[in-house]
C-alpha cells in the first residue's frame, strides 16, 4: 500500500486541538514543518508540502521532500470563538487581479484562476527551487476551470478531493467516501475522463472524518486508525493523509501524528511515496466496512456512523433505482 501525507503549509497556531491560521504567528510554518519534518524522517515517510506563496520566506531550503502548491484566494477578516484573522494569501493579493473578493477559487473566473496559479508556481520555482506538480485549493474549492489552469501549468496532481462531501464552497458530493485517484473529465471534475492529470482524494473514516492528525480531536486516534485498517484489510493500493503545518507545533497533535506514523510504519508492504510518484492504480472496488471501527472503542460516533451508513446504502439504493 502508498501511502502519501500532504501538509497544507500556511501561518498559525493550535488552540484546544483547533488550528487558528493568524498570520502573525509564523511558528505555523516555522517550527511546523521542521518538526513534521522531523517526524517523518524517523519513520522514513515522504512528506508532499502544499505551500502558501505567502509563506515562502519562512519555508526551510533544500528540504529532502516535495514541494506543491497551495491557493487561498481573496483578503478578508475571518472571526471563529476568540480568535480573528485574515485569510488569503498576501502575495496573491499584492500581484493578482481579483475582481472580487472570495475566499473560494471556484468563484474567480479562468483569466483570474490562471493568473493566481501561474503566479503562485512561479514565485514557489523563484524562491523554493523547486517546480510544484501538486496542488491543493484552500477550502477544497475548485471547479472545471481550475483543473484546465492546473493543466495548462504542467501541475499534475490535485489533492483537494474531500470525497463524498458538499458545503457551499465546494462539492465532491459524486465521488465515494473510498476513492482512489483518477483522471477528471473536461466537462465535470467530479466524473472519471481522460485529462492529462490526477485528482487524488484525501482518504476518509466513517461519517467522512478527514484522516489527519487534527481530526484525532473529534474522533479520536483510534478512530483514524480504524480508517486505516479498513483500506489496508482490503488491500487499497492508496492511503492519504493530510494535516495543517500549525498542527504540528501542537504537542498533543505532535504526539497523536507520531502514534498514527509508528502504527502504519509497523505494517507490512507500506510505501511511502511523495504525490508526484502516484500513478492511477488499475480498477479495484474498495467497499466501506464498519468491522475495525467496532474495536475503535467509541461506542457513540459507532452508533451514529452505523446509522449514516444505512443512510447512505439507502440512498445509493434510491439512487441506482431512480427512486
Ligand atoms: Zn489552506
Known sequence: MDV???????????????????????????????????????????????????????????????????????YARYNYKNFSWIAGDLYLKENCKQSINSSVLKDYSYEEQLDMVTKGRNYIIQKLGMDPKVFVAGRWSLNNNTIKVLIENKIAYD??????????????????????????????????????MLIVPVSQALLNGIVSPESTIKYGLSWIKACFLEYYKQKSPLFHICLHSPSMTDAHLLSAMEKFLSFISKKENINFKFVSEIKEYPEKTIRGNILPYFFAGNYNILKSGIKKVFKIRNEQYHRQNNI
Open 159 to 196: 489533492c483537494s478531493a474531500v470525497a463524498h462531501v458538499r458545503s457551499d464552497h465546494y462539492d465532491w458530493s459524486k465521488l465515494p467516501r473510498i476513492s482512489m485517484p483518477y483522471h477528471p473529465d473536461a466537462s465535470d471534475y467530479q466524473e472519471k475522463g481522460n485529462l492529462g
Open 4 to 74: 502519501i501525507i500532504v501538509c497544507h503549509t500556511e501561518f498559525g497556531f493550535v488552540s484546544n486541538g483547533e488550528v487558528i491560521y493568524d498570520k502573525a504567528v509564523k511558528s505555523g510554518v516555522e517550527e511546523g514543518v521542521k518538526n513534521l519534518i522531523s517526524l517523518a524522517d524517523k519513520y522514513n515517510a515522504k512528506i508532499t508540502f502544499a505551500v502558501c506563496p505567502e509563506v515562502v520566506d519562512y519555508f526551510p531550503k533544500n528540504i529532502k521532500h516535495e514541494i506543491g502548491l497551495h491557493i487561498h484566494p481573496g
